[in-house]
Antibody
Framework: EVQLVESGGGLVEPGGSLRLSCAAS????????MNWVRQAPGKGLEWVSS????????YHADSVKGRFTISRDNAKNSLYLQMNSLRAEDTAVYYC??????????????WGQGTLVTVSS | QSVLTQPPSASGTPGQRVTISCSGS????????VDWYQQLPGTAPKLLIY???QRPSGVPDRFSGSKSGTSASLAISGLQSEDETDYYC???????????FGGGTKLTVL
């Protein structure tokens, strides 16, 4: 069974940092592109970052470029999102999502349950 | 303001057929496939349609997708009360080098 479990969310002050993790199981992690998608309270979905299976291709939304960094460790079946210089508008539930990427960006076939990041003083 | 445009709301009665539109541009829907996600309250989104019109296993054939030019549609036939929730379209954008989503459509079953 495919499972994606996010962790690392919490309350952080503006300007602070946080590192999210997504533990994957039930599939060959190194064969899939992975993504972070967020959802602010009461709002719609917003794509944040993508990373290809071998980390050769990395993309970030303009709203987080220069502040967030996506990475992965295929040996540990884990996806990460390093978030720096956090702002109030980064408050959201952050989901990790799998993309078969056959071989180009394809769709998100499995999602984690999400982890809440709250940026507030 | 979302790159893909969806109506904020849609409604129908049980058994009826409803459609939800998704409008984009040549750099997203016009050149890449469209996917649709269903999100029940308090849960993660679920893949409903991928590749414009493909249903993952387990998704009822009441749900169908189509695309023409820079617009796409999600159709739900035989509307049921459990279909009352939020729906999002998405596509890769070649100009932005990223995924873009519609703002979401809240479907109400009257």
């Amino acid at each position: 069974e495919v499972q994606l479990v996010e962790s690392g969310g919490g309350l952080v002050e503006p300007g602070g940092s946080l590192r999210l993790s997504c533990a994957a199981s039930g599939f060959t992690f190194s064969s899939y592109s992975m993504n972070w998608v967020r959802q602010a309270p009461g709002k719609g979905l917003e794509w944040v970052s993508s990373i290809s299976s071998s980390s050769n291709y990395i993309y970030h939304a303009d709203s987080v470029k220069g502040r967030f960094t996506i990475s992965r460790d295929n040996a540990k079946n884990s996806l990460y999102l390093q978030m720096n210089s956090l702002r109030a508008e980064d408050t959201a539930v952050y989901y990790c999502a799998r993309d078969p990427a056959r071989p180009y960006p394809d769709y998100f076939d499995y999602w984690g349950q999400g982890t809440l990041v709250t940026v507030s003083s | 303001q979302s790159v893909l445009t969806q109506p904020p709301s849609a409604s129908g009665t049980p058994g009826q057929r409803v459609t939800i539109s998704c409008s984009g541009s040549s750099s997203n829907i016009g050149s890449n496939t469209v996917d649709w996600y269903q999100q029940l309250p308090g849960t993660a989104p679920k893949l409903l349609i991928y590749g414009d019109n493909q249903r993952p296993s387990g998704v009822p054939d009441r749900f169908s997708g189509s695309k023409s030019g820079t617009s796409a549609s999600l159709a739900i036939s035989g509307l049921q009360s459990e279909d009352e929730t939020d729906y999002y379209c998405a596509a890769w954008d070649d100009s932005l080098n990223g995924w873009v989503f519609g703002g979401g459509t809240k479907l109400t079953v009257l």
